[in-house]
């Protein structure tokens, strides 16, 4: 597992910000540096205590046990740009300093591989830019901004209910302030099997307690609400690189609001005849 989240953080600064421009201008300014100690100034000794800190950081941070979400890491976005722009200008201000021409090779080199990785990165997040300003123009909705409302609409005081529900039990909780049971881990489960709740909701994605939830929708009648809404496992996702095959998890930022293809994978409710 550790090797594993080493592998998902350097995946994440690879792909979604600017670690090869940022290992591209670290080489220059060491192999243009070295031979000149004089040239060292207090900034070269700031950027390269400040990339052993990341390098350190990625380590430690592997050692949670659980999977490395973007959250853990984002801290470490500030400090890998303040590396490239200091070893970016260093590198300009020794070959200028160096070599008068000022359009020389030497000194265009490090411009053109700068403008060229950092163009490389952008082209290679296109859609997800183009995502986040399609949702900063269109309301996203997950499920839960369809079942909730719903609840709202069709119970006069939601703070009588009994909620039935797997997954973000804690939302039902904090908008409807209803009892909510079962729940994500089942603290109470032989307990919570001998109440009757007036509304199930049921997020299929995530199959745990199925035989309590079937159970409980064979005790009573229900009626069966379906929502124009895709049944994601989650209502939305913050990570943009958590597609992982090999642990059969595919879970990643929606920019829109997803439809179901076919009814059958549809969000549903279930109320209390």
């Given at each position: 597992?550790?090797?594993?989240?080493?592998?998902?953080?350097?995946?994440?600064?690879?792909?979604?910000?600017?670690?090869?421009?940022?290992?591209?201008?670290?080489?220059?300014?060491?192999?243009?540096?070295?031979?000149?100690?004089?040239?060292?100034?207090?900034?070269?000794?700031?950027?390269?205590?400040?990339?052993?800190?990341?390098?350190?950081?990625?380590?430690?941070?592997?050692?949670?046990?659980?999977?490395?979400?973007?959250?853990?890491?984002?801290?470490?976005?500030?400090?890998?740009?303040?590396?490239?722009?200091?070893?970016?200008?260093?590198?300009?201000?020794?070959?200028?300093?160096?070599?008068?021409?000022?359009?020389?090779?030497?000194?265009?080199?490090?411009?053109?591989?700068?403008?060229?990785?950092?163009?490389?990165?952008?082209?290679?997040?296109?859609?997800?830019?183009?995502?986040?300003?399609?949702?900063?123009?269109?309301?996203?909705?997950?499920?839960?901004?369809?079942?909730?409302?719903?609840?709202?609409?069709?119970?006069?005081?939601?703070?009588?209910?009994?909620?039935?529900?797997?997954?973000?039990?804690?939302?039902?909780?904090?908008?409807?302030?209803?009892?909510?049971?079962?729940?994500?881990?089942?603290?109470?489960?032989?307990?919570?099997?001998?109440?009757?709740?007036?509304?199930?909701?049921?997020?299929?994605?995530?199959?745990?307690?199925?035989?309590?939830?079937?159970?409980?929708?064979?005790?009573?009648?229900?009626?069966?609400?379906?929502?124009?809404?895709?049944?994601?496992?989650v209502n939305n996702y913050a990570e943009l690189n958590y597609n992982f095959?090999?642990?059969?998890?595919?879970?990643?930022?929606?920019?829109?609001?997803?439809?179901?293809?076919?009814?059958?994978?549809?969000?549903?409710?279930?109320?209390?005849?």
């Amino acid at each position: 597992m550790y090797w594993f989240n080493v592998g998902v953080v350097f995946r994440y600064f690879k792909d979604l910000e600017f670690l090869w421009l940022a290992i591209a201008m670290k080489l220059m300014s060491v192999i243009m540096l070295k031979k000149n100690i004089s040239e060292r100034s207090p900034l070269f000794k700031v950027s390269n205590f400040l990339s052993l800190f990341f390098i350190v950081s990625i380590f430690c941070i592997a050692k949670i046990p659980n999977f490395i979400y973007t959250r853990y890491v984002i801290f470490l976005h500030p400090i890998l740009v303040i590396i490239i722009i200091i070893d970016f200008f260093m590198v300009l201000n020794y070959v200028y300093n160096n070599n008068l021409k000022f359009l020389k090779f030497k000194l265009m080199a490090p411009a053109v591989i700068f403008l060229g990785l950092f163009c490389f990165t952008i082209i290679g997040n296109v859609e997800n830019i183009q995502g986040h300003l399609l949702e900063m123009n269109n309301r996203y909705k997950g499920p839960l901004d369809f079942t909730i409302p719903f609840i709202q609409e069709n119970f006069k005081n939601t703070e009588n209910l009994v909620i039935a529900a797997n997954y973000e039990e804690t939302s039902y909780m904090y908008y409807l302030k209803s009892k909510v049971i079962i729940g994500y881990v089942g603290n109470n489960l032989q307990e919570d099997f001998q109440v009757t709740p007036q509304v199930i909701a049921y997020r299929i994605p995530w199959r745990n307690h199925l035989n309590i939830f079937s159970q409980m929708l064979n005790r009573v009648p229900y009626y069966n609400y379906t929502f124009p809404v895709y049944d994601y496992q989650v209502n939305n996702y913050a990570e943009l690189n958590y597609n992982f095959p090999e642990f059969n998890f595919y879970m990643n930022h929606q920019f829109v609001t997803r439809l179901p293809a076919d009814p059958m994978f549809a969000t549903e409710l279930f109320i209390k005849r």
